[in-house]
T-cell receptor
Framework: DTAVSQTPKYLVTQMGNDKSIKCEQNLGHDTMYWYKQDSKKFLKIMFSYNNKELIINETVPNRFSPKSPDKAHLNLHINSLELGDSAVYFC?????????????FGPGTRLTVT | AQSVTQPDIHITVSEGASLELRCNYSYGATPYLFWYVQSPGQGLQLLLKYFSGDTLVQGIKGFEAEFKRSQSSFNLRKPSVHWSDAAEYFCAVGAVTGFQKLVFGTGTRLLVSP
């Protein structure tokens, strides 16, 4: 059973396009996150949702819009893709009420913008 | 602001030798500290965590880490490295900024030689 899953695993697209990445967790967690990992492996949080409410919104261009239809899903939509958006995007989840910060990560989505 | 420093970008260890990966953090209060491992093409897996209590914590895969408040360090150790331990290792600190989030170090790549 996959705990945190992401689709697609790879995404190759051209500049200016709009794309979405989906994330689902079956752990019953109340909080979900999106991270961006750049080419130097630096991992930085982008967004966090707790019980479908946005709670962390780091300095991210407004071309990036997260959406949480329910507690088990957190999707990331990116408009007008740019070359600099090429990275690996990780989804994660945690149960903040009982195990704060203990985050479980998905396998990542490698986005390549050409 | 919270920060994590992993001074070693790469470390090469012979199989069967001991390992120590360094991590220093900057945080005003008692930190929550974590080590994650990322195998090639995979997501991050939690190795171990420190919240409070015993400063020597045991994790999965034979890893341990020691919290030293006086040195602001949380170094990861393993007495005998296996070839399958080759991966990227990330230290992280849990930061309370209105809501919990993890701040990651830049990672240390472990190479295991035969």
């Amino acid at each position: 059973d996959t705990a945190v899953s992401q689709t697609p695993k790879y995404l190759v697209t051209q500049m200016g396009n709009d794309k979405s990445i989906k994330c689902e967790q079956n752990l019953g967690h109340d909080t979900m996150y999106w991270y961006k990992q750049d080419s130097k492996k630096f991992l930085k949080i982008m967004f966090s949702y707790n019980n479908k409410e946005l709670i962390i919104n780091e300095t991210v261009p407004n071309r990036f819009s997260p959406k949480s239809p329910d507690k088990a899903h957190l999707n990331l939509h990116i408009n007008s893709l740019e070359l600099g958006d090429s990275a690996v995007y990780f989804c994660a989840s945690s149960q903040e009420s009982s195990s704060p910060y203990e985050q479980y990560f998905g396998p990542g989505t490698r986005l390549t913008v050409t | 602001a919270q920060s994590v420093t992993q001074p070693d970008i790469h470390i090469t260890v012979s199989e069967g030798a001991s390992l120590e990966l360094r991590c220093n953090y900057s945080y005003g209060a008692t930190p929550y500290l974590f080590w994650y491992v990322q195998s090639p093409g995979q997501g991050l897996q939690l190795l171990l965590k420190y919240f409070s209590g015993d400063t020597l914590v045991q994790g999965i895969k034979g890893f341990e880490a020691e919290f030293k408040r006086s040195q602001s360090s949380f170094n990861l150790r393993k007495p005998s490295v296996h070839w399958s331990d080759a991966a990227e290792y990330f230290c992280a600190v849990g930061a309370v900024t209105g809501f919990q989030k993890l701040v990651f170090g830049t990672g240390t790549r472990l190479l295991v030689s035969p």
